[in-house]
Nanobody, 125 residues
Framework: QVQLVESGGGLVQPGGSLRLSCAAS????????MGWFRQAPGKEREFVAS????????DYVDSLKGRFTISRDNAKNTVYLQMNSLKPEDTAVYYC??????????????????WGQGTQVTVSS
């Protein structure tokens, strides 16, 4: 499995921005769809965004389109999640995930085989 380490979480005021990063341990990261999920207290984990291996295709949950942007830098084995206009309801633990199979797209938890430990994002004044 690919080892994934998220960073960039923290406390931000409503309307603010954060950029999450996820560093992968292996060069084979290049061949996998990468995704971000989140889990708020008392709620199930939900899909946020994913990006194909060559950045050609991105998918977002409809409710976050226009505020969140996923990107990746394969040379750095890193995927990013830029979050703008943050709202209190964005408060959650954010998880990075790597696809279970090379080149396969996915938006379901079952489409992903490796997970990071999560990073806390808290949006509060």
């Amino acid at each position: 499995q690919v080892q994934l380490v998220e960073s960039g979480g923290g406390l931000v005021q409503p309307g603010g921005s954060l950029r999450l990063s996820c560093a992968a341990s292996e060069r084979t990261f290049t061949y996998y769809t990468m995704g971000w999920f989140r889990q708020a207290p008392g709620k199930e984990r939900e899909f946020v965004a994913s990006i194909s291996w060559n950045s050609g295709i991105t998918d977002y949950v409809d409710s976050l389109k226009g505020r969140f942007t996923i990107s990746r830098d394969n040379a750095k084995n890193t995927v990013y999640l830029q979050m703008n206009s943050l709202k209190p309801e964005d408060t959650a633990v954010y998880y990075c995930a790597a696809g279970a199979r090379p080149y396969r797209r996915g938006t379901l938890s079952s489409d992903f085989g490796s997970w990071g430990q999560g990073t806390q994002v808290t949006v509060s004044s």
